[in-house]
């Protein structure tokens, strides 16, 4: 049996027990509480409440991409049933707003026809809005029959060139009016014409190429919530960084307290750090 002095054995008999029957130390100190309680209250404290600060900001974290992993889900969701129950083609929506522009010169080249035949100036652009009106609506029931996988009756084909006819006939003679030159005011009512058949076809194509506002809005919402969620995901990902650095900094320390203030052989000190570590540094749904 080691022999130890009177101040040694006072000091050992404050941290260890009486030696047991088989000759050896226990393995760990039972009157001043563990090598793990008396680290975490010294030395490791600063380190423990940066480890816990770090725990607290991954859960934080860790809730955020839980909650923008199910916004995106549920955008999927909603954009796939919308996809699904959408009639015309993929092309995007925005490539609407050229119906109102055509609509617009459809109303311009008509106010050409209307400007000699009618007394007064609100009334022409009455009737050539009118008129615009009516023919981007021809467009958009003959699309309509296209994204129902109808065939166009030729009576509706027959009745917009008709349309654009009229109108065609309808320019040529205020511009003659208003030009005396036959050939110019040809020339311009056939350019008027061809504006106004441009107009209408890249309505009816318009209306059946592209998705509709709605289909518009659930893409854009999955995007932004794609975006939410990459954000999270990054964000989770820098914490979980920083908590395993300093996670690594607080098993280190409390290895070199093993080694030199406890006495541990290396072996258990190591064993015991990395418990330590485990246990402080684990967060619910990410680990240590």
């Not at 009816?204 to 998705?211: A, L, P, W, Y």
């Not at 098993?251 to 093993?258: E, I, K, T, W």
């Amino acid at each position: 049996m080691r022999q130890f002095d009177g101040s040694a054995d006072n000091a050992a008999g404050q941290r260890y027990p009486a030696e047991g029957a088989g000759g050896r130390w226990p393995p760990y100190p039972v009157g001043g509480g563990s090598p793990e309680g008396r680290f975490l209250s010294g030395a490791g404290n600063p380190l423990s409440r940066l480890v816990a600060e770090m725990k607290e900001r991954c859960a934080v974290a860790l809730v955020q991409m839980q909650s923008a992993t199910a916004a995106l889900d549920r955008a999927i969701g909603v954009a796939s049933e919308r996809r699904a129950h959408h009639r015309g083609g993929d092309r995007p929506w925005p490539l609407r707003l050229i119906i109102p522009v055509a609509t617009a010169a459809e109303a311009l080249t008509a106010y050409v026809a209307m400007e000699v035949l009618v007394a007064t100036v609100a009334l022409a652009a009455g009737l050539s809005a009118v008129t615009a009106m009516v023919g981007a609506g021809t467009a958009c029931l003959i699309a309509n029959r296209r994204l129902d996988r109808l065939s166009v009756p030729p009576l509706a084909r027959a009745v917009d060139v008709a349309f654009v006819l009229v109108l065609t006939l309808l320019r040529y003679v205020s511009l003659e009016v208003q030009s005396s030159d036959a050939m110019a005011a040809l020339g311009g009512a056939a350019l008027a014409a061809l504006i106004s058949a441009l107009a209408l076809l890249a309505i009816e194509e318009v209306v059946v190429e592209t998705s509709t506002f709605s289909v518009f809005v659930s893409r854009v919402r999955v995007w932004l919530c794609r975006h939410r969620c990459s954000r999270a995901e990054a964000q989770l990902g820098n914490c979980q960084a920083r908590l395993q650095a300093t996670g690594a900094k607080f098993q280190q320390h409390f290895l070199d307290f093993l080694l030199k203030a406890e006495g541990l052989s290396l072996d258990e000190a190591q064993q015991r750090a990395k418990e330590l570590r485990s246990a402080v540094c684990k967060v619910e749904g990410i680990g240590s």
